[in-house]
């Protein structure tokens, strides 16, 4: 289900219009509009760069983005139903429903990592075999969702 803020931003104009939102504001439509992003301001974390939650349908999934060791990487995960606190590594596993890299494409074409917070909002978002990792997801079958989960997300608002 869509939040005020993402309808209202979609009806405001293209997405050109959102060129100086930053990252922290943005949302995106999937494809044929079933699917959504709104990223929101990420707390004081040392390894987390941005947070966001991931709309199909009435379901709302928790999402991060954190940056890998040795060659960087923006590397996102979508997870549902985790347990609060300080989490073990099974416990995250038992709960993430995707993880992979998130590509940003600018304006003009050029393929980049996510940026971080208090930056532009990329035109195009690509989270890298999300689509595949979704579609095979017990708990995506289980909530019955009509969309064919896919990889690619365009700029269509800015939540003020």
Do not use: H
């Not at 504001?25 to 987390?48: D, H």
């Not at 035109?123 to 969702?145: C, K």
């Amino acid at each position: 289900m869509a939040t005020a803020g993402f309808t209202a931003a979609m009806l405001l104009g293209t997405p050109s219009a959102f060129a100086a939102c930053p990252i922290e504001l943005a949302t995106y439509a999937g494809q044929g509009g079933t699917m959504a992003i709104e990223f929101r301001p990420t707390s004081a974390s040392v390894t987390v760069t941005n947070s966001f939650r991931f709309l199909t349908g009435e379901r709302a999934l928790d999402g991060i983005v954190m940056w890998t060791a040795g060659t960087a990487r923006s590397w996102g995960v979508v997870m549902d139903g985790c347990p609060e606190g300080d989490l073990t590594g099974n416990e995250i596993s038992e709960c993430t429903l995707w993880e992979g890299v998130v590509y940003a494409i600018d304006d003009g074409g050029k393929v980049g990592l996510l940026p971080g917070e208090e930056q532009p909002a990329p035109q195009t978002l690509i989270l890298a075999d999300l689509g595949p990792w979704l579609s095979q997801s017990e708990a995506w079958r289980e909530a019955g969702s009509l969309a064919e989960p896919w990889d690619v997300f365009t700029l269509s608002g800015c939540q003020e």
